[in-house]
């Protein structure tokens, strides 16, 4: 009687174990695709805005640039001008900007990957283990009681 109880909990434990660890390989595989969705999402924003952005610095760059160069009387001057502004821009970039844009970066893809509203596998787990153990020691006392 005693040895087919513990039968019977091995048994339970082992469906419980195999259900866990396809819960598991299930949950890492929507994390997976959650995570690849929204850098997916982040880059086709980031190419839309991006090129629309670039159209309009373009449009306002030629603009500047030829009216620079009637200020000046010369075009090639105006847009002399707005090529040194780039630059002396891109030098700013090269020089103070790279830590900059770095860190934001990490932050902003990490930010993706790193929810805080995800259960870690490791917490759910843990309380599907203690669930687990409360009914035992619940199945456990009803058997003594009878």
């Given amino acids: 009687m005693a040895f087919k109880s513990l039968t019977d909990s091995l048994y339970k434990v082992v469906a419980r174990l ?3 660890g396809l819960s598991t390989v299930e949950y890492y595989k929507l994390w997976l695709f959650k995570s690849f969705m929204k850098g997916a999402i982040s880059l086709v924003n ?3 805005y991006g090129s629309l952005s670039l159209f309009v610095m373009l449009f306002i760059s030629v ?3 030829l009216w620079l160069g009637t200020f000046f009387e010369n075009a ?3 847009f002399f ?3 040194g502004f780039y630059g002396i821009l891109l030098i700013f970039m090269f020089i103070f900007g790279r830590k900059l844009i770095e860190r934001r970066l990490l932050y902003q893809f990490s930010r993706l990957v790193y929810d805080e509203d995800d259960l870690e596998p490791k917490h759910a787990a843990e309380k599907e283990i203690e669930e687990f ?4 020691r619940k199945d456990a ?3 003594e009681t009878t």
Avoid at 133 to 136: E, G, I, N, P, S
């Fill in 133 to 136: 153990a409360a009914r035992l």
């Fill in 81 to 83: 001008l707005v090529g």
């Fill in 18 to 20: 195999e259900d866990y």
């Fill in 76 to 78: 090639f001057v105006g």
């Fill in 63 to 65: 603009g500047a640039a």
């Fill in 141 to 143: 006392l009803n058997k």
């Fill in 46 to 48: 980031l190419l839309v």
